[in-house]
């Protein structure tokens, strides 16, 4: 979630300076919670600023910029294999092991597509009712 722009903190500031309703009425005037009015009027009050804190960060990322290229690749060379293949055959080159799921939000950042090779019935020049030299349960060709 974004943090509330510092024009609408400054506004909330100078409505709870100028008395012009208790925090709550406040919150429900500016569409906010009260914890927020609470915890900005406490910020305002122990730094004199109304600025957002910094974005604390997130977890590092799990592949290096190489690795990411080296999955680049091992979709290239399969891109019929599933995302549980991809993670074993990127552990076997690299030794880093991810999950399946991991792999997934790779894949999607990268914009990388995974299309299936899929198996369909050969067509047949005849139609295959009127064709009474086929019996029943004979396979049909098929071509992949």
């Known amino acids: 979630m974004k943090a509330y722009s510092t024009d609408l903190r400054q506004k909330v ?7 012009e309703g208790s925090q709550r009425n406040l919150a429900s005037r500016f569409s906010v919670s009260l914890t927020f009015i609470q915890k900005l009027l406490k910020r305002y ?3 004199g600023t109304v ?3 910094a974005h604390g960060g997130g977890n590092t990322a799990k592949l290096s910029s ?7 690749v091992l979709v290239e060379e399969d891109n019929d294999a599933i995302l549980v293949e991809l993670c074993e055959r990127l552990k076997e080159r690299t030794g880093v092991k991810v999950s399946r799921s991991t792999m997934g ?3 999607q950042k990268l914009n990388l597509t995974r299309k299936k ?3 369909t019935p050969a067509k047949n020049t005849q139609n295959e009712f009127k064709n009474s030299e086929q019996s029943i349960g004979q396979p049909l060709a098929q071509s992949c």
């Open 51 to 53: 600025e957002p804190k």
């Open 117 to 119: 090779k899929h198996c």
């Open 66 to 72: 190489e690795q990411m290229a080296l999955v680049v």
């Open 45 to 47: 009050r122990s730094s």
């Open 13 to 19: 500031i100078d409505a709870y300076k100028n008395q």
């Open 105 to 107: 939000r790779i894949t």
